[in-house]
């Protein structure tokens, strides 16, 4: 699935067809815009973020403690509570609460992190099959694709495309793309893959210490259709996803689903506690990477991320490349933060795919300062050593040109120091500049040589 | 008042006619104004590169030149955000703090510390402004579409004291251009697109001009309306705000 293109490969290739960039960037837009317009219906918009922001401080902070509190009052709700550090350790468990039941089928629902674990290829390897239940994640698993986007996991299909697709593995009529009839055939087939499975697999929205109850948030309400069929229910979350107190969910729900998509809250916030007679439930925290980013200062406030997407849905570089291009399962700003700290030699590019423009910081309900932190990583990769050579080669001599006033200064009046150092003054087919720029005029005289003829005039 | 004149080393070599007009506008209003001639760079294109390591005696250098000044002004918004951000010292660490304080952007120094509220400029033309994301998001020249807060702009503020002015709207007030520094090269792609994208937000909405606090985005954005034969010019603020002496 990892491809060996970089980035700014794979955004080239998204670019050869300008007019579905320009309908990606739209439809991202559109709902870029429905977020701005809920949150100016939200009285005191800007407040609850600082609000949210600081409740995730605090969270952090006491991560340890609250984590705890949280895994006493599940157990004393009656709910089975795991530990993983890593991937694999979750995907096991995940196998082994499934195999001790003898379950073959499991459907899932609402969970990025175990995208980020592959447990669908894990679990289908051991003979177990999954169904993502969500529509977004049902037609991306259907297609053998990653999501390409947190919330909005199909977004860069077209509808006709996704007609396509289920003519060939559902076997509707050839060129239907209607989406209300698209989405009943789907609904329709995953009612039954609902009856018959025995164990349902969700995510985590918000886990609250306090009461040892977790939160999932959708509009489909898939994630609940299939807990409420199964005879075992499990749930995957990040370490990160704790909240202090159920109160705190007031701040949380109000911004979640308007960051998203502008919606003022999903349309289903479902509590989930202790389980039903008869039922089982389990529930394993993930780590995989989370208390490393936690023993990284500059970096650990990207746990505060409540994965919203609003921060995908404005950056102009993630509307104009596509969620795939950054070949990460979260992508976008955020995924671009994320995941230098589990891979910073795979992910060596993803801080770079950006213009630090800040839009992503100003929409982030959390206020995670994303470009700040895309600045840090570009610094923490280069001091690891991860880019070119022949870059930190060239930014030497930039170094030494631009801290001595006598080389710049012979350097500047040819011309020369500019032409070869700036990406913009080499007029030939091989520079990027060029491709589809043109120069710009370098002939004038220099500002420090008029001063030096005219500024004593003045 | 002396202030110290940076010239970002692009505009020096590229757009010494926005940096002419900005030494010009400052002496209109009374200003004592020096281009320290031993002054490089401020650091900006390895920092964002991921060496920011590398800019340490460029750092020196820049306090050398600057720390005399009661203010420092520069035509460039990026650069002054890098520097208010960024400028650190081994060798004089007060003198990088003070200068941290005292660098302005110059549509911010001329509304926030000299307050003008009256300009002698005339420039018959439909003008539209780009919002630089350094000014905007990182030194606040106007009001963020992202955030819930008054409407407010420096930039707009000064240009609707231009006689014969006109300004147009655009779609999306505050996207970025997408040049980026060296993102407009690792990116060629997207980072066309984006410019392409931006100019054509402000063509629709019959722009002559485009305006801007930052002459690298207008770079990126002149390079693209070049290729493509546009009409459409880009003109640094200062040169607007110093029309009257110019011929426009
Ligand atoms: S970083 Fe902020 S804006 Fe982006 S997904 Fe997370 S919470 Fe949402």
Redesign the pocket.
């Known amino acids: 699935m990892k491809s060996t293109l970089d980035h700014a490969a794979l955004a080239e290739e998204f670019n050869k067809d300008e007019e579905r960039v320009d309908w990606h960037d739209g439809a991202l837009w559109w709902i870029r815009q429905k977020r701005d317009r809920s949150a100016h219906q939200t009285p005191q918009w800007e407040e609850l973020r600082e609000a949210a922001s600081a409740i995730k401080s605090n969270v952090i902070s006491n991560l340890h403690d609250y984590l705890i509190q949280f895994e006493e009052n599940l157990k004393k709700n009656g709910v089975k509570v795991y530990w993983a550090s890593d991937a694999e350790e979750h995907n096991q468990i995940v196998y082994s609460i499934l195999k001790a039941k003898e379950i073959k089928q499991m459907v899932k629902s609402k969970s990025m992190l175990t995208e980020e674990c592959h447990l669908n290829e894990f679990l289908e390897e051991r003979g177990i099959e999954v169904i993502n239940s969500d529509l977004g994640e049902y037609i991306q698993q259907i297609d053998n694709e990653p999501p390409s986007h ?1 919330v909005l996991p199909c977004i860069h299909k077209r509808k006709e495309e996704i007609g396509e697709l289920f003519h060939e593995h559902l076997g509707t009529e050839k060129g239907l793309s209607d989406p209300t009839l698209l989405t009943r055939v789907a609904r329709k087939h995953l009612r039954n893959v609902f009856l018959t499975r025995r164990a349902a697999l969700t995510g985590v929205n918000f886990a609250v210490a306090e009461t040892g109850e977790y939160v999932v948030c959708t509009n489909e309400g898939n994630a609940d259709m299939g807990a409420h069929l199964s005879e075992v229910q499990i749930a995957s979350m990040g370490l990160e996803k704790i909240i202090p107190e159920r109160k705190h969910l007031g701040v949380f729900l109000r911004l979640l689903a308007r ?2 998509i502008g919606q003022p809250i999903t349309i289903y916030s479902s509590h989930y506690k202790k389980p039903r007679p008869g039922q089982e439930m389990h529930l394993i925290l993930v780590d995989k990477g989370r208390s490393n980013l936690l023993a990284r200062p500059d970096f650990r406030e ?1 746990l ?9 849905n ?1 950056c102009p570089v993630y509307r104009k490349s596509g969620g795939l291009s950054y070949h990460n399962t979260i992508s ?3 995924g671009a ?1 994320l995941a230098p700290n589990l891979d910073m030699k795979q992910h060596a590019d993803l801080p770079f795919a950006s213009t630090l423009c800040g839009s ?1 910081s100003n ?6 300062p ?1 470009h700040d932190q895309l600045y840090k990583w570009r610094q923490e990769i280069v001091k690891q050593g991860y880019s070119a050579s022949r870059k930190t080669f060239s930014m030497k001599a930039m170094a030494l040109t631009l801290s001595s006033p006598e080389i710049y200064k012979t350097a500047g009046k040819t011309g020369r120091w500019l032409l070869n150092n700036a990406p913009f003054a080499i007029n030939n087919k091989f520079n990027p500049w060029y491709k589809q720029r043109d120069m710009p005029d370098s002939s004038q005289q220099s500002f420090g040589e008029w001063y030096a003829k005219n500024g004593s005039k003045k | 008042m002396n202030i110290g004149l940076f010239i970002p080393c692009y505009v020096n070599q590229l757009y010494p006619n926005a940096a002419i007009a900005t030494l010009e506008l400052l002496q209109k209003f009374g200003a004592d104004v020096t281009y320290p001639a031993k002054q490089t760079c401020c650091g900006q294109p390895m920092a964002n590169s991921g060496y920011e390591h590398l800019t340490q005696s460029c750092n020196d250098l820049f306090v050398e030149n600057f720390s005399k000044f009661d203010y420092i002004v520069a035509p460039s918004a990026s650069c002054v955000l890098h520097v208010k951000d960024h400028l650190h010292s081994h060798a004089d660490e007060a003198a990088a703090t003070e200068i941290r304080g005292k660098i302005y952007e110059l549509v911010e120094f001329l509304t926030d510390v000299l307050k003008i509220e009256k300009l002698d400029a005339h420039f018959p033309h439909k003008v539209g402004i780009h919002q630089s994301c350094h000014g905007l998001r990182g030194l606040h020249l106007a009001q963020m579409s992202e955030l819930i807060a008054p409407d407010f702009s420096k930039p707009r503020h000064l240009l609707n004291m231009v006689s014969g002015l006109e300004l147009t709207e655009l779609d999306r007030v505050d996207e970025c251009c997408g040049f980026g520094g060296l993102f407009c090269i690792a990116e060629e792609a997207v980072s066309v697109k984006m410019g392409k994208d931006r100019i054509t937000d402000h063509t629709k909405h019959g722009a002559e001009y485009i305006t801007s606090p930052d002459l690298s985005c207008l770079m990126h954005m002149e390079g693209i309306l070049q290729r493509n034969k546009s009409k459409v010019k880009i003109i640094h603020i200062a040169e607007i705000l110093n029309s009257s002496s110019i011929k426009a």
């Open positions: 947190i960051s998203a990207s505060k991320c409540i994965k919203c997407g609003g921060c995908m404005t976008g700003p955020i933060i992503c929409v982030c309900p959390v206020k995670i994303i």
